[in-house]
């Protein structure tokens, strides 16, 4: 079964971490759980290889991730959009952008 396949099954963050072999402590997870998967997601989507991630490229950003809300917080490390706008942060699609019609 491919990688992919397998991870499609897990359900939590809980089961990411254990699959990948990665010891945590409960108490960080059940307070930043989807701002540590959401991390995860973007690290994968900016990884500078295109090539599909390996097993070791996966444990490596789910592992970064992690550690980056053990080290501190939801708020300071602003993953989601309302963290980025009460901190003064907003970002505007270009497609939104347009010239004013005369």
Not at 10 to 31: N, R
Not at 38 to 43: E, I, T
């Amino acid at each position: 079964m491919s990688i992919e396949l397998e991870m499609a099954e897990l359900e939590s963050a809980e089961d990411f971490l254990t699959y990948f072999g990665i010891a945590y402590d409960p108490g960080v997870i059940q307070i930043c759980r989807l701002h540590i998967l959401q991390r995860f997601h973007d690290y994968l989507k900016h990884r500078a290889d295109t090539a599909p991630p390996t097993h070791e490229q996966y444990r490596d950003c789910l592992a970064r991730a992690y550690e980056d809300f053990v080290h501190s917080d939801a708020q300071t490390e602003k993953v989601f959009r309302v963290f980025k706008r009460a901190a003064g942060i907003a970002t505007v699609p270009l497609s939104s952008i347009r010239r004013a019609r005369p």
